[in-house]
């Protein structure tokens, strides 16, 4: 087990109901003047933005509100929202939404405290040293941000997608009730459940040694995910279903599943060019990628991908080779992809295979000439996984 | 799953050496003057007194400190260490120990910051406001106290043990160097083993409805438990083992596996009275309780018992009742309390059956009429399942 630090300071309030406590929550971190930051207006219509700002109002804070957070989120609306903070003298950040709300909210955090331009943090030009506060009402389980450190944001110019890493990043408090995620699209639900375990197995496939223990925990975090999965295709509804997911993608992404172990995240940086290029749900890309990355690293460590077809889809061995029932493992990922109507290949995105040039010189741009610790990639690693997805 | 609150804002700072951190830590802190408190002098013979307080020193922060404290740790030296934190203006408490010298660490810390005798805490009487800061070098796996927000202290007047939660008690860091652990006495070692798995299992039975997910995570880690202790019995400095231990013994106790349920705690009111009568160690009096518990409330749920059995300790099914099952699960967790050399009846601790009566009596006046929560349990059930403890 590799030395490591474990921080999750956010403090996560779970179950129904829970968005009511939000202005008293808001009120023991001493907020004054809160920035509601949320995306469409279906917050709006579902009521659930009138129930937050009745919970605000009654524990006397002020609020001023952005709407228009889009999936990718861009830097022209952080932009708008530092404008905002600074002058309304905004202190606390309440992101209502999914993952891109609330990225969108912590460079908006970030940013109000920092008198440059909050692309420099993006650019490793600049170090942060300070943001607002940020509290999350979770409504899309997906990309963990109601617990992580990180907020991934496009800049329009060019559509850079980048990634940036803080603990300042990490929410002081998560609301999620998992009542509020009942009317998402199925696409939407899906797509965050691929979300979710691709963060596990960013953590879960690494060359670290001694990770049994964490690896177990993965394992039955997976295959809660995929029975909480396969029940919501059939019964959106089903409470307990949507408490797993919910949590589950909390936890995935927190770093919990991170310690002890060198990290991958090499088909983030592949997925990450298919988004900004095609503008595609992250959660959809990769669905799109993992089948594609697991079967060009199969032989990296069969042991390990053999254990995740073993212990994760309950693939039988008898009379198969290690690589077959490796290789089932994968084919049974596929399959559950499939089932909840996630696409598996570049088609299913609308991609293209005449891109692939393209989506290298962008990736090299952005990771330079390797990525990956599973296995170290180069560009022409990243061709060969790029066309595996096509076919 | 039922609504929770789950918040361990506590920094893990994990792995080798990692004690060469104190002063920098406390520094983030803004540590001024911190009080290092210990047990006996084994950190000093070790020296690990002299690299903790070369790294506060290099760091500039002053320190007083306090050993002395005993397992089950005392009021009386609980009084002391507020009168020297008063007296020297100390703002930061650091344990180096264990459970033991971070539960006396936490009540000091507390104490400090009130005017009035700290045990009003305990005896419900006043409500904690406040604290001195709390850091942790954990020397023994075991209690958990690290990662958790609770400390229990014996009253030497009546040796009257108790514990207390407070959001004010969970640690700001807790730095865990498994490497400290080898010089453990295998006594140590597994009753702090028995100990973590208690904690486990106080969360683990529960009447809670759709607990499945968490009920994975716990059996995944009673496994690597079980796995790390047998392995510690033949190779006491096996580092990974010892990692397992340290951070399956941190995540027991944080509140992460009691998420979304009713935890019980019935067994760990049993033994506190076992503790407090003969001053056994806790783990060793919960490996007395857990067998006898178990074997009592079987009934509550044996499919619970079952999964138990099947899933931690790979029980086979075919040809046995559910109930064979279910008590195959609670022998082999008996056989697996003797492998690591614990005892598993009253005997083994020097415990008495005629005693009986007097331990029920001050269980009475610590619970009221009735404890427990996967089973309500009365004092006649009590004194049912201390019999069960002796034969």
Redesign the interface.
Known sequence: ????????????????D?EKEVGQLLKSYKAKKVLIHYGTGSIKRSGLFDRVVDSIEEANIEYVELGGVVPNPRDTLVYEGIDLCKKENVDFVLAVGGGSAIDSAKAIAAGAKYDGDFWDFYDHKAEMKDALKIGVILTIPAAGSEGSASAVITKTDGMLKRGFYSQFYRPQFSIIN?ELTYTLPTYQTSAGIVDMMGHIFERYLTKS??T??VD??A???L??IIE?GKKLMEEPTN??AR??IC??GTIAHNGFFG??RVEDWASHRLEHELSALYDVTHGAGLAVMYPAYMKYTIDEDIERYKRFAIKVFGVQEEGKSDKDIALEGIEKLEEFYKEIAMPTRFEGIHAKKEDINKLVEKLKENVGKTFGHFKELTMEDAKKIYELACS
Chains 1, 2 share one sequence.
């Open positions: 087990m590799n030395n490591f630090i474990f921080h999750s300071p956010t403090k996560f309030v779970f179950g129904k829970t998992p040694d001694n049994l223990f177990r925990l394992e039955g975090t295959v809660s909480a409470y307990d408490s797993v949590w589950a310690v002890g």
